[in-house]
């Protein structure tokens, strides 16, 4: 999977656009990112109100950093989803 096919992916299961963020994206306020850093890594990383990051995991390859990041932002948007129920 590459870029583009991410952020359609994404799109299509409906997880808010606030929850993830990917280069071309206008989403300041985003917890959960993917970038390719001046080194041509892709990094995932989860960054605080504060803007604090904190790196999650590295990658050499696009395709390998977009199904991580893929599957990382569906199973922490489902974690967040049933941790609400749980509360209510």
Known sequence: ???KELKEKL????IPQYIWGVPDQFAP????WLEQNKEWNWVVYYQDE????KIIKT????????EF?????IEK???????TKKDK
Do not use: H, P, T
């Open 59 to 66: 990658f050499l390859d696009e395709e390998e950093a977009c």
């Open 29 to 32: 306020f985003s917890n959960f």
């Open 69 to 73: 990041f893929y599957n990382y932002v």
């Open 11 to 14: 799109i299509q299961e409906k």
């Open 1 to 3: 999977m590459n870029l």
């Open 50 to 53: 504060r803007g604090n990051k």
């Open 77 to 83: 948007y489902n974690w967040g989803k049933e941790r």
